[in-house]
Each structure stands twice: as structure tokens, then as C-alpha cells.
């Protein structure tokens, strides 16, 4: 695909905030050797200076895809930038980049709003401070930047609902996997189990019966209750279920999401057995369990 020139500010409706993922900001500029960075005609919220720097409200992806540079933030301070880094910018945090004036650079970028990308920054999916990302910038990621660059251009008065999530999943994916405490405590785990955890965790959300999940795991029904007991994780069945409520304890604490929404993405099936589930674990029902989490009562 040809190189794309330009930037597109969005329009944002009552109807994007609601749907927790938008589009604000794409662009593809090519800066020359020493030539004034950034270019004008930004709004003022996005525009700068390197003396005073800047901070949006937005989560932003800018591409070095060629050219060297500089980034700072008031902690580590000024790295240099080479063509392939990314940076990461979180809403809020003070930053300033430029390209140098021996090279300039291309630069390509999303910028996007909505508390979805708040909630992946909260559940550790996405870094809590803006940095660089080195060698993140792959070819298909950019070809995925160039693409929805397209479809903003061909309707610039527009905000589509897809499109905050194709940036989305940019940002996700340069990101790169999150640190997962869950494979580190399943490292602890005899070998036998550590198949088994890693089914039940995996396929929960889904109706899961007891002799499956040892089928599964290449161990008999009983052989596996055993191996569970041993290592202090109760019964396979009730393993499903503590997996199935902690998974509800996410979406009731961090979403708007309703009970029978809820009760069928964490695969309890119907919003009655989530509240039996529930409440035999937990000792309330999930509505006054999320009640007191939003009240900041225990």
C-alpha cells in the first residue's frame, strides 16, 4: 500500500461514548531532514512545542516507520528513538517526541478514547505509563494502520464503531502479551494438574462437564478429583465454579454489564445459578456484592 499523507481529527457522538472504544485522531506524515516538527493545523490539544512538551487525553500510538529520534517523559527522561519503535501514550502523561534533524522520520499514529482502554490499562493488558516499545512496528500492523487510514479518508465526517475497534486491536497487539500472574502460579502446581488448571481456566466461560475436563487432561475422573484434593484445590467441579465467580467478580466490579449478561459470559448458563454460585462463595448476592465494591464498602 502507498504511503498515506495527512491526519484526520473525528467527530465524536453521544452514541461513541457510550460504546466504550473511539476513533479521535489517524495520521501518516513524512517529515524531511530538519524540517519544523509538527507541522501546524493541529487542534490545540494535540499540538506542541519541545519546550513545553504536552499532555492529551487520549491513548496514542505513534509509529517511527523510518528516521531516528527523541522521546522524554519525566521518568527515564530522553531515549533515543529508531525507525521499527513505538511509543505508547497514556492519557494524562506529560511527553514530547521529535525526529531528528539529521534524518526525519515517517510517523504514523491512532489516537483513541472510551473506558474499554481504560478497563485493558486497570486488568494489566496494557502498560500504566507511556513508553516506547522498541522494534514493535511489524508490516501488517502497519498495513493495518494504512487501511483504516483509508476508510477514515473516504468518510472523514464520520466515526464509525469499527473503527475504534480496529485501533484497539493495533494497540493490543504492538503492545504485546500481558504479564500473566496466573502461568506464574501455575508453575507451582505438580505437572499432573497444571493440564487440568489450564482447561478449566481456558474454557470455563463454556457449559464443562467433569468427566470432559479429565478426557481432556489424558487422566481418569477419579484420578483427577485426587490430584485436585491434594493440592488443596478442593473438588474439579468447585474449581469450575470459584473460576466462573472470579470471572464475574471482574465484570461486576468493572463494567456495566448485567446480571444475565454476565451470568451467560462467564458460563454459569442463566442468572439463578449465578446467584446460587455466587453467593455460596462469596456469602452475597452479586448485586449487593457490586453495591458494595461501587460504594467502596466491603
Known amino acids: 500500500m502507498g504511503h498515506m499523507k495527512g491526519f484526520y481529527y473525528l467527530p465524536v457522538g453521544s452514541s461513541a461514548l457510550r460504546g466504550g472504544c473511539y476513533l479521535t485522531s489517524i495520521g501518516s506524515l513524512r517529515y524531511k531532514e530538519g524540517q519544523k516538527y509538527p507541522v501546524a493545523n493541529h487542534p490545540p490539544e494535540f499540538d506542541f512545542n519541545w519546550k513545553t512538551g504536552r499532555t492529551v487525553a487520549d491513548f496514542a500510538l505513534v509509529f517511527v516507520v523510518e528516521g531516528e529520534g527523541v522521546w522524554e517523559t519525566r ?168 473460576q466462573r465467580v472470579q470471572r464475574a467478580q471482574v465484570l461486576l466490579q468493572q463494567t456495566g454489564m448485567t446480571i444475565k449478561e454476565i451470568s451467560f459470559t462467564c458460563g454459569f448458563g442463566n442468572p439463578g445459578r449465578m446467584i446460587y454460585d455466587f453467593r455460596a462463595i462469596c456469602g452475597t448476592t452479586p448485586a449487593k456484592w457490586r453495591a458494595g465494591r461501587l460504594t467502596g464498602s466491603s
Open 75 to 242: 521518568d527515564p527522561g530522553t531515549v533515543p528513538l529508531s525507525s521499527g519503535d513505538a511509543l505508547f501514550i497514556l492519557p494524562g502523561q506529560w511527553h514530547r517526541y521529535r525526529p531528528s534533524p539529521s534524518t526525519g522520520w515517517l510517523e504514523k499514529w491512532i489516537c483513541l478514547r472510551g473506558h474499554v482502554a481504560h478497563g485493558f490499562v486497570k486488568a494489566g493488558v496494557l502498560p500504566n505509563s507511556s513508553q516506547v516499545i522498541r522494534g514493535r512496528v511489524k508490516q501488517e500492523m502497519e498495513d493495518r494502520i494504512d487501511r483504516l487510514f483509508k476508510d477514515v479518508a473516504s468518510h472523514p465526517q464520520e466515526n464509525l464503531p469499527s473503527w475504534g475497534a480496529r485501533a484497539l486491536a493495533i494497540l493490543l497487539e504492538c503492545c504485546g502479551d500481558p504479564d500473566e500472574p496466573e502461568a506464574a502460579a501455575r508453575e507451582t502446581i505438580p505437572p499432573p494438574l497444571a493440564k487440568a488448571v489450564q482447561f478449566i481456566e481456558d474454557n470455563c466461560h463454556r457449559p464443562l462437564r467433569l468427566a470432559g475436563v479429565a478426557t481432556a487432561c489424558g487422566l481418569g475422573l477419579r484420578t483427577l478429583e485426587r490430584h485436585f484434593a491434594s493440592a488443596g484445590l478442593g473438588s474439579v467441579g468447585g474449581y469450575i465454579i470459584s
